[in-house]
């Protein structure tokens, strides 16, 4: 089964759906190759930005700086029923695009068969903890450079990267393809290029659509006639291969 998902690293839905997957994965018994697509949720963040998250998610939305404490307090709140530590008085101004870039980096090298199969997960999973509860600068370059090479990623290539423009392109068309399939918000997960799921939905969402994937991967039954043989010639039960 393959997972593909799109997320930020600065999303606090995304980290709380991520873990309502791994358990709808682990009550299942079902094994998948999880593959983490780019989205960012503001592409104009700076890594500069003076003001504190309450502030920045206030007078993003016009609600102001205390409806932004009431909405970090929510989410740290779902997020500790499931083990997820989140200090978001803590949490830096950050634009993503250089984590995403690292983040397509892991995936080619998995695909290479150069590093762990599970390298990108783990990059994503530290990702995500640096921001949410280690209050670290996920947009600064030593940071990032640091949690990958913690990941697994070889210090050659994350430098490399880093140095460049390399895979702006690839962030770009992965937010693009997100719009295509008609995500509304991340998280957004697609099962098996047939289901998606829409939000940090709760685990049940995800154990549907989980069996609905398996219902349809099901082996067919094969059906033969009376007279069917082992003969290796072509016949009414079709030619062999």
């Given at each position: 089964m393959r997972i593909d998902v799109w997320s930020d690293?600065?999303?606090?839905?995304?980290?709380i759906g991520k873990r309502r997957l791994e358990e709808a994965l682990a009550g299942s018994g079902d094994t998948a190759t999880i593959v983490w697509h780019?989205?960012?949720?503001d592409p104009s963040s700076t890594n500069d930005d003076p003001r504190d998250l309450a502030?920045?998610?206030g007078e993003?939305?016009?609600?102001?700086?205390?409806?932004?404490l009431q909405a970090n307090a929510h989410v740290t709140e779902i997020a500790a029923e499931l083990g997820l530590e989140y200090n978001l008085?803590?949490?830096k101004s950050a634009n993503t695009v250089d984590a995403h870039r690292l983040l397509h980096l892991a995936r080619e090298l998995v695909?290479?068969?150069q590093v762990p199969a599970d390298t990108q997960d783990r990059l994503k999973e530290r990702l995500l903890k640096a921001y949410f509860t280690d209050g670290l600068p996920v947009g600064a370059h030593a940071t990032l450079t640091e949690l990958a090479t913690e990941a697994g990623l070889p210090s050659d290539r994350v430098h490399e990267v880093l140095a460049s423009t390399t895979y702006t392109e690839e962030v770009a068309a992965d937010q693009a393809q997100a719009l295509a399939y008609g995500a509304n918000g991340v998280p957004f997960f697609v099962i098996d290029e047939k289901y998606g799921v829409s939000g940090a939905q709760p685990v049940e969402v995800f154990q549907e659509a989980l069996r609905r994937a398996n219902a349809d991967r099901k082996p067919v039954t094969l059906i033969t006639g009376p007279g069917a043989t082992d003969d290796p010639t072509c016949g009414p039960d079709g030619c062999p291969i």
């Open positions: 690293v600065v999303c606090p839905w995304c980290y780019s989205f960012q949720l502030t920045r998610l993003k939305y016009g609600r102001g700086r205390e409806w932004g008085e803590q949490a695909d290479a068969g």
